[in-house]
């Protein structure tokens, strides 16, 4: 079995994972309601994108990686998961209701440019290490 071309990989490791995005603000336009990508991406899913991304191509390199590659994987790999557990646990913190007031203080802005930097990151991290370890 032939590893997978990088169109086909990007196509099944970051559109079909993050189709919701897009699917969501379309929808919320359909329905006319006031959709903003900070709102979609404020709560911090998209940190497991990822960590899930992150842990995947780890796997897949010491599968298949040489041990030279496999600090370089490995570094990188538990940044992004170190980091993007981190955004998650600040978004769910933020989001989380105080004593005084009942509702949590909303800082979604900046969680959502945090969460798309580390997914940016994670694919390519994902493309870099998998093409350097011949499974693209």
């Keep these: 079995m032939s590893p997978p071309a990088?169109?086909?990989s990007?196509?099944?490791n970051s559109v079909l994972?993050?189709?919701?995005?897009?699917?969501?603000?379309l929808l919320?336009?359909?329905?006319e309601k006031e959709m903003r990508l900070a709102r979609l991406l404020g709560e911090g899913q998209l940190a497991f994108y990822a960590t899930l991304m992150s842990a995947s191509t780890l796997g897949d390199v010491v599968r298949r990686g040489s041990p030279a590659d496999l600090g370089l994987v490995l570094a990188g790999s538990l940044t992004i998961m170190i980091l993007s557990t981190i955004v998650?646990?600040?978004?769910v913190l933020n989001h989380a209701p105080t004593r005084r007031n009942g509702?949590?203080?909303?800082?979604?802005?900046?969680?959502?440019?945090a969460s798309s930097v580390l997914a940016?990151?994670?694919t390519v991290m994902a493309v870099y290490f998998r093409v350097?370890?011949?499974?693209?």
């Design 132 to 136: 350097k370890a011949g499974l693209l």
């Design 88 to 91: 998650y646990s600040v978004a």
């Design 28 to 31: 919320g336009w359909l329905q």
């Design 17 to 25: 994972p993050l189709s919701p995005v897009p699917l969501a603000l």
């Design 6 to 8: 990088l169109p086909e």
């Design 10 to 12: 990007l196509f099944y």
């Design 120 to 122: 940016v990151c994670t």
């Design 103 to 113: 509702r949590g203080p909303r800082r979604e802005r900046r969680t959502s440019i």
